[in-house]
């Protein structure tokens, strides 16, 4: 007797350790959900506390929506990386408009239509929008017309954002409310701006020649030879679409941003015929559509002839992003734009 009662000791001990581990288990990720939902990291969910958030990933497909369905703006930036640096507190003024900038860094043309959508669905009648055609819009392939280039909550784009009770139960929104729950009480300080703009490139002061040059002998460059006329890029209808969704009064702009001479592709090259094919098929869009205009600021010139405006051969810095808004005000009212700076291919029309 007493040997059948000692044996099952260490199993009576081993099932009272297994329920204490589930409700703890249950208790602690109860909390944690509980925290997740009240604090809110990404400011999506329905019945969460009304208190100020700010954007807090360093992914932007997590903090754009929110800043997408703010009725703080009627008016958009969608793009890439190179569309970062403009500043809505500066184009504000000049377009008469509240600018929110939705660029994300390595943003497929898909990413950006889903964002402007987004934007769209909550935001009617905006008053302007802000399209980068970079090497995403004129190298697309079918990837990029349908996939993300980087993790992407569905659920904040389209659907109930009921979902996002389920779908927020990740380590990672964990992570990210304790970052927003830190900045909340005061002891973080904000990295993104509230406006969507944030600088993603050094200061000025910490600009080295040297070490830009060993970045561009690093950079690949595609130097092939043209074998033909090259085709419009397979966004073209994608882009259509998108721009068929924005109302027909709403000031659209369609802009290629700065890139250095090495990135243009030399001339003759498979690079610079793509580059110039999607010019053409770009501002023919522009031209069919109304109130729709399109800036060129990927031109030769001394932007793109010098070293000295870039970080990288595609990042520029801040006093030609100063430049680039600057014409693109000018250019909206109808005034003239530098020829050493921009070329305007479609002025504003009806």
């Not at 990933?57 to 929110?66: G, K, L």
């Not at 600018?99 to 898909?110: G, H, K, Q, R």
């Not at 069919?288 to 600021?297: G, K, L, R």
Request: with cysteine.
């Amino acid at each position: 007797m007493p040997s059948s009662i000692s044996s099952s000791d260490p199993q009576t001990r081993w099932r009272g350790f297994a329920r204490a581990f589930a409700v703890t288990a249950v208790v602690l990720g109860a909390t944690l959900s509980l925290f997740v939902a009240l604090v809110d990291p990404w400011d999506m969910l329905p019945l969460s506390p009304p208190w100020h958030r700010i954007p807090i990933s360093s992914n932007a497909r997590y903090s754009m929506p929110a800043l997408a369905i703010s009725p703080r703006f009627d008016s958009a930036m969608v793009g890439t990386s190179t569309g970062r640096l403009l500043q809505p507190a500066i184009l504000d003024a000049p377009f008469d408009a509240h600018f929110v900038n939705l660029a994300m860094n390595s943003a497929t043309p898909w990413e950006q239509g889903r964002i402007l959508r987004l934007f769209l669905r909550h935001h009617p009648t905006p008053r302007v929008v802000l399209i980068d055609i970079d090497a995403e819009w004129c190298f697309a392939d079918r990837h990029g017309l349908s996939e993300p280039n980087r993790p992407m909550p569905d659920w904040m784009y389209e659907g109930s954002p009921w979902r996002g009770y389920t779908e927020m139960l990740t380590m990672y929104a964990v992570q990210e409310a304790a970052n927003q729950f830190m900045w909340l009480i005061g002891h973080k300080q904000q990295r993104f701006g509230s406006d969507g703009y944030t600088s993603f490139v050094p200061p000025d002061s910490r600009y080295d020649p040297r070490r830009v040059d060993e970045l561009f002998r690093t950079w690949a460059f595609d130097t092939a030879k043209a074998d033909g006329p090259a085709r419009a890029p397979a966004s073209v209808p994608f882009l259509i679409d998108l721009l068929a969704a924005i109302p027909a009064e709403t000031t659209k702009i369609l802009w290629f941003p700065p890139s250095s001479r090495e990135q243009q592709g030399a001339p003759g090259s498979q690079v610079a015929a793509t580059r110039a094919a999607c010019r053409t098929a770009m501002a023919a869009i522009a031209r069919a559509t109304p109130h729709t205009m399109a800036i060129d600021f990927e031109i030769p010139g001394p932007v793109a002839d010098s070293r000295a405006s870039f970080w990288d051969p595609i990042h520029y810095r801040q006093a030609v992003a100063h430049m680039v808004m600057d014409d693109l005000a000018a250019a909206a009212m109808g005034r003239d734009v530098p020829a050493t700076q921009g070329r305007v291919l479609v002025p504003p029309h009806p």
